[in-house]
């Protein structure tokens, strides 16, 4: 595993040969903004670049390679926005998002602009925080959140019913993720890419994990779906702004 000196000096080492490249800019993004939340925290990074984009996608893998990435995966968020994570052999991840400076966007708070040729990449930057800072609800949410929950449990309830308890508990796991995005928002938490779930209230993280304890039979998904539904109710009903029409419950009687 990696030290906290060699990502320190892997970083070092891919601004100063990114600069060389004739980047636009760089933005260190995520907790590495703050030092880091631990030891096992990786590097994310969004690269401003010239067009073409795609050519200057290909500069960056070869200098990933140059430094040591054993393997890199490609994708694409859209068309002129392209990720490139690679792995290095002492376990370090790197998440690198390439763009044109029009392109950059923030997802939360944790950004700082680490190099910026013209001063076009911090500017870009402000002018999108402080749009981020005067939405209402600045990350994305679930439409509908209440709905698609509610019509989970339903699909799980008619799993149950023609005995496929795989399809059951996929939909629970579904069901699960829509809690904690309510108690993230309860929490007054960041949604974007949220990892730190020791950090919410261990009251709720007890009763969270209590939907992993389950016999795997009908009975026992049946009360787990149960004890999901119960965390559900509890959870949203101290949300002051999600709004929500009860008779949505009405899906699931006489089932």
């Keep these: ?16 040969q990114l600069i ?21 925290s990786d590097i994310d990074m969004m690269v401003a670049v010239n067009q073409p984009v795609t050519e200057n996608k290909e500069k960056i893998k070869e200098l990933l390679l ?24 002492n376990g370090l991840e790197m998440d690198i998002s390439i763009m ?27 002018e999108l925080n402080e749009q981020f800072l005067n939405k209402q609800q600045p990350y994305r949410t679930t439409p509908n959140i209440d709905f698609q929950f509610i019509y989970r449990y339903r699909k799980a309830i008619i799993d149950l019913k023609r005995n496929n308890l795989i399809g059951a508990l996929a939909h629970i796991d579904i069901m699960k993720e829509y809690i904690l995005e309510i108690q993230l928002l309860n929490e007054k938490q960041k949604l974007h890419q949220f990892k730190q779930y020791q950090l919410l209230d261990p009251s709720f993280q007890e009763v969270f994990l209590e939907l992993y304890q389950t016999d795997i039979n009908i009975d026992g998904v049946e009360e787990l779906l149960e ?22 419950y009405s899906i699931i009687e006489n089932l």
């Excluded at 595993?1 to 100063?16: S, V």
């Excluded at 490249?21 to 995520?30: D, R």
């Excluded at 140059?66 to 052999?89: K, N, S, T, V």
């Excluded at 029009?102 to 013209?118: H, R």
């Design 100 to 126: 044109p400076t029009e392109l950059l966007s923030v997802q939360s708070p944790l950004w700082k602009v680490v190099y910026d040729s013209d001063g076009s990449v911090l500017k870009k930057m402000n």
């Design 227 to 248: 004890k999901t539904m119960q965390l559900f109710k509890d959870t949203i009903n101290k949300n002051k702004s999600i709004k929500y029409d009860e008779n949505v």
């Design 1 to 16: 595993m990696y030290t906290y000196k060699e990502r320190e000096e892997i970083y070092d080492k891919l601004l100063n």
């Design 20 to 40: 060389n490249l004739g980047i636009e800019g760089a933005v260190q993004i995520g907790s590495g903004v703050n030092g880091y939340t631990d030891d096992f």
């Design 66 to 89: 140059d430094l040591g990435a054993i393997y890199i995966h490609e994708g694409m968020f859209r068309e002129d926005i392209y990720l490139l994570i690679p792995f290095f052999e």
